[in-house]
């Protein structure tokens, strides 16, 4: 099955921190341009940070800015996210998909416009 599988959810104290992964499934990273995306209780989803699998340009939303870290590793076929700094606004499901260029930064409503759309990874900041 063509897919991201993300990992590495958890619940954390603010001001801490979490690496995400998103590993792709039945297909390679190649020139496609990735999005992580949170999703918090009863909000929209959100795009938080891009990169380009195939120039390594990164994007971040000013939310998450100076605070997560994009990265992809084409050996491990597996874009990361390193999240610094935590607090309860970063609380959601965090999911991945793919575009062959188009970034997402901010809501996104229609998900078909993105391939490869994981189950995501519950990611909960509480002290």
């Known amino acids: 099955q063509l897919q991201f599988v993300e990992s590495g959810g958890d619940l954390v104290q603010p001001g801490g921190s979490l690496r995400l992964s998103c590993a792709a499934s039945g297909f390679t990273l190649g020139y496609y341009t990735i999005t992580w995306f949170r999703q918090a209780p009863g909000k929209e989803r959100q795009g938080v940070s891009c990169i380009s699998a195939y120039t390594g340009d990164t994007y971040y939303a000013d939310s998450v800015k100076g605070r997560f870290t994009i990265s992809s590793d084409g050996a491990k076929n597996t874009v990361y996210l390193q999240m610094n700094n935590l607090d309860s606004e970063d609380t959601g499901v965090y999911s991945c998909?793919?575009?062959?260029?188009?970034?997402?930064?901010?809501?996104?409503?229609?998900?078909?416009?993105?391939?490869?759309w994981g189950k995501g990874t519950q990611v909960t900041v509480s002290s």
């Open positions: 998909a793919a575009d062959s260029s188009m970034c997402v930064l901010g809501p996104l409503t229609d998900t078909s416009l993105l391939s490869y």
